[in-house]
Structures are given as C-alpha cells and as structure tokens.
C-alpha cells in the first residue's frame, strides 16, 4: 500500500483507468464476435454494416491507446478477408 499522498492518488486513477480500458476491450472484442455472427448467418449487406461498425471502434481504440495502429489494421484486413470469402 502506498504511503505518499501523490503515490495513493496514482493508484487509485489507474485503478479506475485500467477498469475503464477493460470495459473497452470487452465491447470491442463483443463487437467483433458479433460481425463474425453476422458473416457467417446473414447477407452481404448486413455483414458489411457491421464490418463497417467494428472499423469504427478499432479506430476509436486507437485513438485512445488501447490497440496499436498496426494491430488494429492487421484485425480489420483479417476481418475484411471473412467478408470476401463468405
């Protein structure tokens, strides 16, 4: 446990910011089962909205550091590819 006033406040914030990034990651990934899904049972035009959804929280999610640039391009080219092979 921290002593130091500046060292307890530390904790605490990045206590709340890890639960924070946690939520996140969890509906990002909930997002991506949800696309597969998509894919796999419905038409083109439904998979490709919710392709299109999931772009959209990979690039918030690297706006806010929670994924790496090249990670978040490497999920969406993976995922665009279940969209052209379905």
Do not use: C, W
């Not at 990979?58 to 929670?66: I, P, Q, Y």
Request: charged share 35%; aromatic share 2%.
């Amino acid at each position: 446990m921290p002593n130091i006033k500046s060292a307890v406040k530390r904790a605490k914030t990045s206590e709340k910011r890890r639960a924070l990034r946690a939520s996140q990651k969890s509906a990002l990934r909930t997002a991506i089962k949800k696309f597969e899904q998509t894919v796999a049972n419905a038409s083109s035009e439904e998979a490709q909205a919710a392709y299109s959804q999931v772009q959209k929280k990979l690039d918030k999610a690297v706006t806010k550091g929670l994924l790496h640039k090249n990670a978040a391009r490497r999920q969406k080219s993976r995922l665009a590819k279940k969209i052209h092979n379905a």
